[in-house]
């Protein structure tokens, strides 16, 4: 399993390519993704498993295959 900061600049840069530049609600979470590890981390007051969820909760208009992939691995991290 990547680590989630890897899984968070790999969505960077898929959804950049889709022309349109990362949702502005996702951004604050992806880029608190981009210091986690896992979820049992720490993002200053919050927990890693709630910077995922609702980063995930925020990504509804990333989509596509690479959308599908790299949210289950995040998904998969909640497990």
Known sequence: MRPIYEIAREINQEWSKLGKGVNYAAK????????????????????????????????????????????KELKDHLK
């Open 28 to 71: 604050p979470y992806l880029d608190a993704m981009l210091s986690l590890n896992t979820t049992a981390d720490q993002y200053i007051m919050d927990s890693g498993t709630s910077v995922v969820l609702y980063g995930l909760s925020n990504m509804s208009s990333f989509r596509g295959e690479a959308a599908r992939r790299l949210k």
